[in-house]
Every structure is written in structure tokens, then in C-alpha cells.
């Protein structure tokens, strides 16, 4: 019985870790993530997220993105806000993973790129939590620990609290940030979140500032674009 080539990868992308090459290609040439939802008809949405695998991932401690178990170390990869607030909807990484999904996903890579909406299933819906739009860079934030917990008044919904960061590295179109390039990340939709502090008052708004500060330590040292 013959069997289904498996498709070549896109020309282009980044090295392919060794944890990665057992993952199946699409059509277009990407590795499938591992926590991609598989549906019915087997067919996959790299939009959609297997609940079942992401509650897998927090208790096991396994990879996101290549499903194989988690060191020591662990690799959030955030968008700018995440970074900011430490809270994020998405299980951690190994290193090598995170970083080959931050110069390789289309999502990640341009920012002009958005969300498709477009032949989701009718039930489907995005985490509550998550921030619209494109933002416009990746962070991976590297820490020794997390911390589910049940969003309050939302029993049905939970997020992930990030613990402190041993370092971030942080990315855009594909490649290392300038430190100019990781500030502009973070005002682009530093809005979005002082918007929630300022409805919630002002002990939100201070609370606010104090992560910014925090998040602003991790800023990329002064480098040019070709370094």
C-alpha cells in the first residue's frame, strides 16, 4: 500500500530543530505544531488550539509546539502585552521550539498579517483574553515556573500566570528586535491594557505602571538591525 509523500518544507524557513522533524508538514510547507486541533475529517487549522492538549501540556509539562517533555527551563512565546502583564493563554515551550516558531509562523513573522476568521467551525471562539489584532512582534520569555488559574467570574475560562524571567529575547519580522524596535512593540498596544487599568480604577493604572517598569528592564541591549 502506497503511502501519502510527506510534503517538502517551505523553501526559506529556519533550520528545523531536531524536536520538530518528526511533526507533519502541510501543504504550504510548515511543520504542524503539536497543539494543533485535529478535526473529525483530519484535517488541521493552525488557528485552533486542542483544549485537550493544552490542559496535557500544563499538567505533563509538556512543549506547545512539539509535545515532548519540558526542562528546567521554560519558553513562553508572548506577544508584547504578555510580556508586560505576564499572563498568557498558551502553555510554554522548549527554547529551540519557541524560537524556530518566532522566525517561522507567518503570524509571527508579519506583522501586516491578521487573524482569519474564515471557515472556523460556528462553535469556535478565541481565548476571551486574548488582545485583537497583530502585535507585530514575538517575546520569549524564559522562566523557571508558571501558574494556572481560573479567571475570576469565568469557571469555564483559565490563563496562565508567568513566572519571573532568567531572559527575553525579543523578535520581529522574523528576526532578533532592536531594542527601538521591542520599545515601539510594547507602545503600539500598551493602550489596550491601560484602557481595562483605567476602567478598573486606580489602583489598576498604578499596578499597570509597575509592569511596564518591569517589562522595560528586559528591553534588547542597543544593537543595529545587521548585527
Not at 510554554?92 to 482569519?116: D, I, K, S
Not at 476571551?128 to 522562566?143: A, E, F, I, K, M
Not at 510594547?186 to 489602583?203: F, I, T
Request: proline letters at 10%; charged letters at 25%; one cysteine or more.
Amino acid at each position: 500500500m502506497n503511502e501519502t509523500p510527506r510534503p517538502a518544507l517551505r523553501d526559506g524557513l529556519p533550520p528545523l530543530p531536531e524536536r520538530l522533524r518528526a511533526l507533519p508538514v502541510d501543504r504550504r510547507g510548515y511543520p504542524i505544531p503539536w497543539f494543533v486541533y485535529t478535526a473529525d475529517d483530519g484535517t488541521r487549522d493552525f488557528r485552533i488550539a486542542d483544549a485537550a492538549k493544552r490542559v496535557r501540556a500544563v499538567k505533563e509539562k509538556l512543549c506547545w509546539i512539539c509535545g515532548g517533555k519540558l526542562g528546567r527551563f521554560l519558553v513562553f512565546a508572548i506577544g508584547p502585552m504578555c510580556a508586560v502583564n505576564r499572563n498568557t493563554s498558551e502553555p510554554p515551550a522548549h527554547r529551540e521550539c519557541a524560537e524556530f516558531a518566532a522566525m517561522a509562523c507567518p503570524f509571527l513573522t508579519l506583522p501586516a498579517a491578521q487573524y482569519r476568521r474564515a471557515g472556523l467551525p460556528e462553535d469556535y471562539s478565541v481565548h476571551p483574553h486574548s488582545l485583537p489584532g497583530n502585535p507585530g512582534g514575538v517575546v520569549l520569555w524564559v522562566t523557571y515556573s508558571f501558574k494556572p488559574y481560573r479567571v475570576p467570574g469565568q469557571p469555564k475560562n483559565w490563563l496562565i500566570e508567568i513566572g519571573p524571567a532568567v531572559e527575553v529575547v525579543w523578535f520581529t519580522h522574523g528576526r532578533l528586535a532592536t531594542r527601538d524596535e521591542a520599545r515601539a512593540l510594547v507602545d503600539a498596544r500598551l493602550h489596550l491594557l491601560r484602557e481595562v487599568a483605567e476602567h478598573d480604577g486606580p489602583k489598576s493604572v498604578a499596578a499597570l505602571d509597575r509592569q511596564v517598569a518591569e517589562a522595560l528592564k528586559w528591553l534588547p541591549a542597543e544593537r543595529s538591525v545587521a548585527a
